[in-house]
């Protein structure tokens, strides 16, 4: 009887206990909620901090002909870095140069953040001229193996989000050996899946700038990433359907911005262009969901050390100004924010040298698929694009809007979801 009012009692303190202990976590937890409470305006200055910190490693780099020199080459477990210094560095310059484009073509301003875009712009266009010349040190490498066509496609990219910032600049010299090696690529094929698309848009590039265009890779990209679109917003990645993210990777980014170069050239009718730009609004519409009340998302399939890339349609419709009516710019903005702080803020994404490192959250080289290495990680920067908007668009402006999984596991109201048939 004794042992049991002992034990009772001690029940009663632990119970005391954890209800305190619970009530005080809460309410520290609602009150660290409350202190993260950010403006659009906060939200840029860490975005662009943030971008500035991973860009500038590759493009200051570049500038001085010393990214081969201090580039690490980090590759997954068991494989040998030789065999990736051929591409890395491509890799590393063109998917940078396609994250930071629209933002560099914002216009200089005496701001902390206009200083910072001149800087890596003016860093970037003599980065490029390196890039591009044969005595460099850092010549990149566009004439031998087949990745090069992947990285070209988002240094053309780049070229046709940012043209008067990053291309009409450059000296006629640098021009001319820009379009060389591009041509330079049609010596190679790549895999039967998204890299038709590479093919077609460095073609589309070259369209753009007044070179001669191979039609073949351009039609054929065409109609076989038509054929492989399965239906409310997905694309396949080649014959088989893949269950990742490469639909923002790539496909939908890419395929847009490579319609919209054929429109204009008049390759193509704007209703393919138009329904290619809804099929991006469907797929963002499921990339906003995606993203978990505490920032997180899913870690599923190939690639998945590209990090913040996996939102890049998204970032890319609401650059565009383009988001459907009932997703506000805002709850992007909040949703993209809160995945940023949680992938960048409490996992340490980068070396001691500020280069980003193999791995999702952290340090985890041995999920980096057998093509990843240092260079490939870059991609990380396609998740930023809306930092081309201006300071004072709506996005930036409007209040922070919670995103729908975040109405949705917190009993408010949000727009049941559906499907198209287009």
Known sequence: MTTFKRTG????????????????????????????????????????NLLYKMASPVIFNLANGALRKNMPVEVPPGAKPDSYQKVTHLEAVGRTMAGVAP?????????????MRKELRTALLKG????????????LNFRTEAQPIVDAAYMAQAFLRAPKALWEPLDDLTKKRVAEEFKALRTRTGAYNNWLLFAGINEAFLMSIGEQADPARIEIAKHKIEEW????????????????????????????????????????????????LKRMVRYSEFSERFIAPDGTYPAFGRSITYRT???????QVALMEKLPEHVQPSQVRCALSAVMHRMYDQCNNFDSNGWLVLGFCGSQPMIADGYTSTGSLYMATLGFLPLGLPADNKFWTDPATDWTSKKAWNSQPFKKDYKVEY
């Open 229 to 276: 679109y399965k239906g409310d917003g997905w694309y396949s990645d080649g014959e088989h359907f893949s269950f990742d993210y490469y639909n923002a990777y790539v496909i939908h980014p890419m395929l847009v911005d490579f319609y919209k170069v054929l429109v204009d050239k008049k390759r193509l009718k704007s209703e393919e262009y138009d329904r290619a």
């Open 128 to 139: 490029i001229a390196n890039a591009v010349n044969p005595t460099s040190p850092d010549y």
């Open 103 to 115: 933002w560099l073509a914002l216009p200089d301003d005496d701001t902390k953040e206009g200083k």
């Open 309 to 315: 890339a996996a939102f890049q349609a998204l970032a």
């Open 9 to 48: 009692g001690m029940m009663l303190v632990l119970i005391v206990l954890l209800g305190f202990s619970n009530t005080s976590v809460y309410a520290q937890k609602k009150k660290s909620e409350k202190t993260v409470l950010t403006t659009g305006l906060q939200d840029r200055e860490y975005w662009s």
